[in-house]
């Protein structure tokens, strides 16, 4: 029996733009799934690398990034400082596994409701398409194989790793 | 330990049909420090408010989460609502469950599962705020004006009229704008230097306002209620303390044939000019492209001062001492500016644009402005309405309303607002000079909406013998020496073709050129047009993204004079506003730095936008220059705390703790609403549940 | 090791150190054995005799202690410095972390255009042979000399180009197999950090818990955040010496972490370390042009 997987998403918002654009798809009633859960932040300048980590630490399946479109960023550049590290970042999880499918960048204006739905539903099916992120679950078990072979003690486990496996047992 | 209140609205109908608002709190109820949960139909209503003020009372709550509605409806509400009740008003936190959940989902558990995250999100995030005071900055009490038309003189006296220090600055060497050139206004037809001057000579005797032509502004720093702006003031040549405005000097310059600005290349002036017989400054101006003076000085790399060619104009000046000052520079001051209004105005494109109605090619074919000229009484032929080409009086006039406009193949989708009612008024003068003449109107629509306006267009077609022609023109090309109109009358479906010895285009109303350099020096956003925009469409329409800057006339859309006045009026009262007050308030969103942790590496001052950090000696010992931020400058983008490698920045109110505690948060829920918590999956929420 | 450069490089050290042109020369140790080369310090002239040329297999990246806060009383200080040195020292000098007038280097050129052009060969080369300027310099004579246009770009770090490629071909599932089982070794001992001449900062932010963004007991996820972290923080900055690789007790190949970022700042910004010292570090840095294609 097959059946739907229902990945969870962590967005990174900024509140001037994309914020608002994901108000005007709810003003605007355009029903899209409920898998992504918004943070919300000042600017996408704000958006730390460890952010996303994290948020792939903590179970999300994909992680989403939007702000304002270049020229309208309410503080002037912070999106331009954030679509350079995004271009760095996004290469370097790349490189070290993490792929175009569970991380996504965008920018939402404002008025940009119907994008802002869209973009939900593509990324929800994009990540459902690549299934569950048990990244750090295989990782876990690489580890522990390698110190096997090794004769060593498994690496431990941090309270964080137990919380973060709760809500997914 | 924290104690949390949460407080789910069912907003009516609008959270509660798809969201299970009890369910909600319930599961609130279990979330670590929560001590108080409840719903409640309107939070945001007067009874739901003071539900939140008593549980704050008494249950000595130090934080809130209020579940209802997105953030940038109610949160000065709700913020508010704590105040009043003792609690420190950034210890209100939202979860959006309207906006975000219960509109835009159609599935009630999952919609409720949702909101339980939502409002755990929230409630982790509220448990590490922080107390916050809003920051207290001075204002400087004085207002920058940009563009001295009809919308800048009207802001300029406003302002100037309440108490407040204006400077107004005009980058041509003479204020009154596009007005200044118009013959008579619609609908009233009063003359418009008439009621324009007054207000031209108001403004230069104002004494709280500072009138600086022949001025640009080059640089802007700061924020608002402290903008630091660096205008620079282009050489005059004419030194406007001595010069009497006699005039001797312009009647010896023996340049004569340069096009002249303010007839729109109708007519010539000198390379020394006044702009305008009323001009204020009514002082002449040297414009050294054309003065073969400062020529002469170009081609031998000299400055004109050294130069001995012509100098014509300094021998006749009657001043002792001379008023002509070939020595002139261009000076740039630095003025410090509480509020700031755009009026920059617009322009229209030249006939050169379109080809196809002969534009650039007869001389003939002019624009409504050129033609503005040619129908005023202090304009080249004083009055007279006769043809560019040869000068023989004009008997038949043909106005081509919609030239661009309304037509994004030529790159101006937008109406340019104005042109319908000046076409009407250009035909309807033309028919008052010149009774047995003919003058007939090509538009797409008539729209004469406003107040006298249709009576306006009426009265042309009706009593002023006006003939409406309802279609486009598709080209103009000569016969003879006439020129034919081509186009289709839609109206009864044929052809037609009209003579005429001028062929006036109302060519779209477009910014000004290099409006966007502009905008982006104060942080004002534009269209893909180049207008300004509002910060709201509706309910902030002369305010801007950018706080303290505002907006007055055509530069953010066209609009006509009374538009353009009315707005200017608006923009000024916003200004006065923020300068009657002392002190401003600002959101204390601002980032802070430890400095234990800085190690003056540069980035946080190369990425901030507004250059709100800057090095300075730590208080630590030993004594070392550290990274520091200027709250007052500070925007809260919080860019440098996300560029900090050691993570030595912090945002308040947007803190590292809250977002990591947020982003930890999103790890409990489920996605699928069974699992949510009240123990009743759903078949979804198990396939949710066995996907994993 | 080469006497005749080292003899000349303590002659200079020597010089400058009698007359007092700088106080504290910092090189590497002579007598130094196994696959370490020891920093050492001289501060008088009697003592010159323990510098010595290191081989580019072993010698750490001298450029870490200039930041150092034991020798900040001393100045001028000068650097024995080969080019990924002097690379790293225009890092520090671009972000503010040492003075230009405290700072001097003697400079280590490499003799030949084959060494400069194969450094592969010349890492395992103990013979390397290397011109010692003449004199201690400053870094501005440096950066203007025809020897730093010859020689700038010239590096020691074992060349990832190999394992790059290798890994580029790979699916992410299977670069994610490869460095976890890499990062699985990690025991979190920053030798890495501690080699790196642009890790400076004086608290680490694996080292802040308020919050704790990356674990720092070595399990998989503390180990995936804290080597992809550091890779990060060095975009744009890594100055490729190859130090962190060769101190890492483990074998990580983290220079195929960062030969790829600088690659991808090469090729996104145009964009190389450790060249110039007014240019701006491509991310604290952009341009409305910047690339977007990923970004819908």
Redesign the interface.
């Given at each position: 029996m097959s059946?739907?997987?229902?990945?969870?998403i962590?967005a990174f918002v900024c509140?001037?733009c994309t914020?608002?654009g994901?108000?005007?798809?709810?003003?605007s009633?355009?029903?899209?799934?409920?898998?992504v859960?918004?943070?919300?932040?000042?600017?996408t300048?704000?958006?730390?690398?460890?952010?996303i980590?994290?948020?792939f630490?903590?179970?999300?399946d994909g992680v989403l990034v939007s702000g304002c479109h270049?020229?309208?960023?309410?503080?002037?550049?912070?999106n331009?400082?954030?679509?350079?590290?995004?271009?760095?970042?996004?290469?370097?999880?790349?490189?070290?596994?993490?792929?175009?499918?569970r991380l996504?960048?965008?920018?939402v204006s404002a008025a940009e409701g119907r994008k802002f739905?869209d973009?939900v539903c593509d990324l929800t099916e994009r990540v459902r398409a690549a299934g569950?992120f048990d990244?750090?679950g295989?990782?876990?078990y690489?580890?522990e194989a390698?110190?096997a072979e090794c004769g060593q003690q498994g690496?431990?486990?941090?309270p964080?790793?137990r919380?973060?496996r709760?809500?997914?047992? | 330990m924290a104690r949390i209140g949460v407080f789910v609205c069912w907003c009516g109908e609008n959270i509660g049909r798809m969201v299970d608002c009890p369910a909600v709190a319930a599961a609130a109820r279990d979330m670590s420090q929560v001590v108080h949960a409840e719903d409640y139909k309107y939070m945001c209503s007067d009874p739901g408010q003071q539900r939140l003020i008593d549980a704050i009372r008494q249950k000595h709550l130090t934080g809130v989460v209020v579940a209802s509605c997105s953030p940038r409806m109610h949160e000065p509400t709700f913020r508010a609502a704590a105040e009043a009740a003792g609690l420190n008003q950034f210890m209100v936190e939202m979860a959006n469950l309207r906006e975000h959940c219960s509109w835009v989902h159609d599935d009630r558990q999952e919609a409720t599962a949702k909101s339980i995250d939502l409002v755990r999100m929230m409630v982790a995030k509220v448990r590490r705020n922080e107390r916050l005071s809003p920051i207290r900055v001075p204002i400087t009490d004085r207002a920058l004006v940009i563009g001295g038309g009809i919308a800048g003189i009207q802001a300029a006296l406003d302002i100037a009229d309440s108490g407040h220090e204006v400077v107004l600055v005009e980058r041509s060497p003479s204020i009154g704008g596009h007005m200044s050139q118009l013959s008579e206004t619609f609908p009233t037809l009063d003359c418009s230097q008439c009621i324009l001057t007054p207000r031209m000579v108001e403004v230069a005797r104002h004494p709280r306002i500072r009138l600086m032509t022949c001025t640009e502004l080059q640089d802007v720093e700061g924020y608002v209620g402290n903008f630091s702006v660096t205008l620079e003031t282009r050489a005059r040549y004419v030194d406007l303390e001595r010069c009497t405005g006699c005039g001797a000097c312009l009647e010896v310059c023996p340049v004569k044939n340069v096009p002249g600005e303010f007839d729109e290349s109708l007519a010539t002036r000198g390379a020394i000019y006044r702009p305008f017989p009323q001009a204020v400054p009514n002082k002449p101006v040297i414009d050294p492209q054309c003065c073969l003076r400062h020529k002469a000085a170009g081609r031998k790399g000299i400055s004109a001062a050294e130069s001995n060619v012509c100098g014509k104009c300094a021998e006749v000046c009657p001043i002792p001492g001379k008023a002509i000052d070939f020595g002139d520079a261009p000076s740039t001051v630095v003025e410090n500016f509480g509020a700031i209004v755009v009026a920059t105005g617009f322009d229209v494109r030249p006939v050169s644009d379109f080809p196809e109605y002969g534009g650039g090619r007869f001389a003939d074919v002019i624009t409504g402005l050129q033609f503005e000229r040619l129908l005023s009484a202090s304009g080249p032929t004083e009055g007279q309405v006769r043809r560019v080409s040869d000068g023989r009086p004009a008997r038949r006039v043909v106005l081509v309303a919609c030239a661009g406009s309304r037509d994004a193949a030529k790159g101006c989708a937008y109406c340019s607002k104005i042109c319908c009612m000046y076409s009407s008024k250009h035909a309807m003068l033309f028919r008052h000079k010149c009774h047995d003449g003919q003058a007939t109107v090509f538009y797409m629509d008539l729209r004469a909406a406003g107040k006298g306006y249709d009576e306006f267009t009426r009265r042309a077609a009706e009593e002023d013998g006006v003939s409406y022609v309802r279609g486009r023109v598709s080209r103009v090309y000569r016969r003879g020496d006439s020129l034919v109109v081509c186009g289709v009358d839609t109206l009864l479906g044929r052809k037609v073709e009209v003579e005429a010895d001028l062929v006036v285009l109302a060519t779209a109303a477009v910014p000004q050129k290099d409006v966007r350099q502009l905008a982006q020096k104060l942080g004002v956003s534009y269209d893909s047009h180049g207008w300004l925009s509002e910060a709201h469409p509706k309910l902030r329409p002369v305010e801007t993204a950018t706080a303290g800057v505002f907006l007055a006339g055509a530069c953010q859309g066209p609009r006509d004079i009374p538009e353009a006045v009315a707005q200017a009026g608006g923009a000024a009262a916003k200004a006065m506003v923020l300068l009657s007050k002392r002190m401003l308030d600002r959101e204390p969103i601002v980032a802070r730095i430890d400095e234990r942790a800085c190690d003056l590496c540069g980035t946080c001052i190369k990425v901030c936008p507004v250059g709100a950090i800057e090095a300075q000696p730590s208080g630590s010992r030993p004594v070392r220059q550290v990274a520091f931020v200027n709250e007052g400058l500070c925007i809260g983008c919080g860019t440098c705390v996300a560029s900090c490698r050691s993570k030595a920045p912090d945002l308040a109110g947007f803190t590292d703790q809250q977002l990591y505690r947020s982003i930890l948060a999103t790890a409990d829920g489920t996605i699928a609403a069974a699992a949510g918590g009240n123990g009743q999956p759903s078949a979804k929420g198990d396939a949710g549940e066995a996907g994993r | 090791m080469n006497h005749s450069s080292a003899e000349q490089l303590q002659q200079v050290a020597a010089s400058a150190l009698a007359v007092g042109s700088v106080k504290l020369v910092i090189g590497h140790a002579a007598g130094a054995a196994g696959d370490r080369a020891a920093a050492c310090f001289v501060d008088s002239d009697d003592n010159v005799g323990r510098l010595t040329i290191a081989s580019p297999g072993v010698a750490t990246n001298l450029a870490v202690y200039a930041t150092r806060p034991e020798i900040s009383h001393l100045s001028p200080i000068a650097v024995v410095a080969d080019p990924p040195t002097l690379r790293a020292l225009v890092g520090l000098l671009q972000e503010g972390q040492v003075e230009a007038d405290r700072l001097r280097v003697i400079a280590l050129w490499p003799q030949t255009a084959e060494v400069s052009q194969s450094p592969s060969d010349s890492a395992d080369d103990d013979a390397g042979a290397w011109k010692v300027s003449g004199s201690v310099q400053t870094m501005e004579q440096v950066l203007a000399s025809h020897e730093w246009v010859a020689h700038g770009q010239w590096t020691a770090a074992a060349q990832a180009d190999d394992l790059v490629e290798r890994l580029l071909k790979m699916s992410d599932a299977e670069r994610w197999q490869f460095w976890s089982a890499e990062f699985a070794r990690c025991s979190r001992c920053y030798a890495c950090r501690a080699s790196c001449p642009l890790c400076y900062c004086r608290r680490c932010v694996a080292e802040k818990n308020q919050p704790q963004w990356i674990d720092t007991s070595a399990t998989p996820r503390g180990n995936f955040a804290w080597n992809v972290i550091r890779a990060f923080h060095l975009a744009g900055r890594c100055i490729d010496c190859g130090a962190c690789e060769r101190a890492c007790p483990q074998g990580l190949p983290l220079g195929a972490l960062n030969e790829f970022l600088r690659r991808t700042v090469a090729e996104k910004f145009d964009y190389r370390a450790g060249l110039e010292v007014d240019s701006t570090p491509p991310l604290a840095d952009f341009r409305t042009d910047d690339p977007e294609e990923f970004i819908r």
């Open positions: 059946e739907r997987f229902e990945p969870r962590v509140t001037w914020y608002a994901a108000d005007l798809a709810g003003t009633r355009y029903v899209y799934p409920p898998n859960r918004l943070i919300r932040v000042p600017c300048g704000r958006v730390d690398a460890s952010f980590l994290k948020a630490e903590s179970g999300a270049p020229g309208d960023c309410h503080y002037t550049s912070g331009l400082h954030a679509r350079r590290r995004w271009n760095v970042f996004r290469e370097l999880l790349r490189f070290v596994g993490i792929g175009d499918d996504a960048f965008s920018w739905a973009l569950p990244g750090y295989r990782m876990s690489i580890a390698l110190a690496p431990a486990e941090s964080d790793d919380d973060g709760e809500g997914r047992a | - | -």
